[in-house]
C-alpha cells in the first residue's frame, strides 16, 4: 500500500512490515530502506520510474537488519548509502545468520558511507543509535518529516533485539522530539505526529522499570500503551533478548 505523507513524501509499507519512504526533491527521489523482499523492492522501483518519472538519486538504509536492506539488490545500479558501521554489519552477515532468511540472491552493502552525518540538499542523514549501534534517522526539513527507522514503532511492539540499549535509545527518542517536525514515519506501522515519540518513550521507559524490578508485569500489561498493540509475541521476545545480554 502506498500512502502520501505530503506531496513530497510517499511510504509503501503493509501491516507489520517495514516500511519503504520515497522522498523527492528536485533533483530526483531518495529510497530510505528497501525491505526484505527483492520482489516488493521491485515494485517500488517500478513505481517511482514509471509513475512518478523520477530518477533514483540514492538509497538509504537506516540499520543493518534485513528487512531493511534486502531489497537493495534492486537497487544495485543505483548509489546506496548508509553509515559506516551499518555497511560494516552487513558485510558481517555470514551463512549462519542467513540461514533462517528468504534468500535475496545476495548482500549489497553502502557505496557511499558517512560516520555521524550526511547531507544531501534538504536531506540529512544522522546515526544515532540506541535500536541498534548503527540506527540512522533521515530528517526532511523542507516537509518537517522524520523517517526514524526502527528507533519508532507504531501501534505495534517493536523488535528489541540483542544488541538494543535502552537507556541510549531513550536518550535518542528525547532528542528527536526536539526537531521542527509534523509527521513522523516509524520503521514499522502507520505514520503520525510526534505522539508516538512520546508512546515509544512510555514503552521503552517501562521497559526498562520492569528490568529494574520497579514495576511488575501485570502493570505492564494493563498499560493500553502495551495491551494494544500488534504481535504481541514481540514483547516477549524482547525481553529474552534484553536478559540474554
Known amino acids: 500500500m502506498i500512502q502520501r505523507i505530503t506531496d513530497k513524501v510517499f511510504v509503501v509499507g503493509m501491516e507489520g ?11 530526483g527521489v531518495i529510497v530510505v530502506d528497501t525491505s526484505l523482499f527483492p520482489e516488493k523492492a521491485q515494485k517500488i522501483r517500478e513505481f517511482i520510474e514509471s509513475v ?10 537506516t540499520h543493518y537488519h534485513p528487512d531493511h536492506t534486502f531489497g537493495n539488490v534492486v537497487f544495485e545500479d543505483v548509489q546506496i548509502i548508509s553509515s559506516n558501521l551499518t555497511s560494516e554489519k552487513m558485510r558481517m552477515m555470514d551463512e549462519e545468520y542467513l540461514k533462517e532468511l528468504p534468500s535475496n540472491g545476495k548482500v549489497v552493502t553502502a557505496s557511499k558511507t558517512f560516520e555521524e552525518e550526511y547531507r544531501e540538499g534538504p536531506v540529512t542523514l544522522k ?22 527507522g526502527d528507533l519508532v514503532f507504531n501501534d505495534l511492539h517493536p523488535e528489541i533485539v540483542q544488541d538494543s540499549k535502552i ?36 514503552y521503552l521507559a517501562k521497559i526498562q522499570r ?6 511488575t508485569y501485570a502493570e505492564i500489561l494493563s ?23
Request: hydrophobic letters at 45%; aromatic letters at 8%.
Open 127 to 148: 546515526k544515532v543509535g540506541g535500536h541498534t549501534p548503527d540506527s540512522s534517522v533521515v530528517i526532511f526539513e523542507q516537509e518537517r518529516v522524520l523517517v526514524a
Open 52 to 61: 512518478l518519472r523520477k530518477e533514483i538519486l540514492f538509497v538509504v538504509n
Open 167 to 202: 537507556t541510549e535509545w531513550l536518550e535518542v527518542l528525547e532528542n528527536l522530539k526536539k526537531l521542527k517536525i509534523d509527521w513522523v514515519i516509524p520503521g514499522h506501522g502507520n505514520h503520525s505526529d510526534k505522539v508516538c515519540l512520546d508512546l515509544m518513550i512510555k
Open 17 to 27: 512490515s517495514a516500511n519503504v519512504v520515497i522522498i523527492s526533491i528536485p533533483k
Open 210 to 215: 520492569l528490568l529494574d524490578g520497579t514495576i
Open 223 to 245: 498499560d493500553e500503551n502495551f495491551s494494544k498493540r500488534k504481535f504481541p509475541e514481540l514483547f516477549s521476545w524482547g525481553l529474552e533478548n534484553l536478559i540474554a545480554h
